[in-house]
């Protein structure tokens, strides 16, 4: 199975569920995983037949910036869906860290996994 990835994709943007979360904007850090079979890209060259990871990148960003929730796991299943209907994606796997909201911890955060990998 081929992978198509995103590691350490920064977004800044409003998250949380306290009261004070909704005034701010916090840093989000994604590592995304797509299963997609390069093949049909490799053969002629051709990004067009492939999964372009930068409009991924943008679509994470702008998404999170239009879709303000309190928690990672809606975000991250409502993410997970929009990038389902835009793509036939057999298996995704996406982790959203949250770095900031734990003093103690380096990071925390959620990964969500859809599908069946290959
Ligand atoms: N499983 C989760 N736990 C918590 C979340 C979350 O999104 N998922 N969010 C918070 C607060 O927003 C926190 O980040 C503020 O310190 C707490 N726990």
Same mark, same amino acid.
């Given at each position: 199975?081929?992978?198509?990835?995103?590691?350490?994709?920064?977004?800044?943007?409003?998250?949380?569920?306290?009261?004070?979360?909704?005034?701010?904007?916090? $840093?989000?850090?994604?590592?995304? +995983?797509?299963?997609?079979?390069?093949?049909?890209?490799?053969?002629?060259? +051709?990004?067009?037949?492939?999964?372009?990871?930068?409009?991924?990148?943008?679509?994470?960003?702008?998404?999170?910036?239009?879709?303000?929730?309190? $928690?990672?796991?809606?975000?991250?299943?409502?993410?997970?869906?929009?990038?389902?209907?835009?793509?036939?994606?057999?298996?995704?796997?996406?982790?959203?860290?949250?770095?900031?909201?734990?003093?103690?911890?380096?990071?925390?955060?959620?990964?969500?996994?859809?599908?069946?990998?290959?």
């Amino acid at each position: 199975m081929d992978i198509i990835f995103i590691e350490g994709l920064k977004v800044n943007t409003t998250i949380g569920y306290y009261e004070w979360e909704k005034q701010i904007k916090q $840093l989000l850090v994604f590592d995304v +995983e797509i299963a997609s079979d390069v093949r049909p890209a490799a053969e002629n060259d +051709e990004l067009a037949k492939t999964i372009d990871y930068a409009v991924v990148s943008e679509f994470i960003d702008s998404f999170c910036q239009l879709n303000p929730v309190d $928690l990672l796991e809606t975000l991250g299943q409502r993410l997970v869906d929009a990038l389902q209907s835009q793509y036939a994606i057999d298996w995704i796997r996406i982790k959203i860290a949250k770095p900031g909201a734990v003093e103690q911890a380096s990071s925390v955060g959620i990964i969500i996994e859809r599908g069946k990998r290959g």
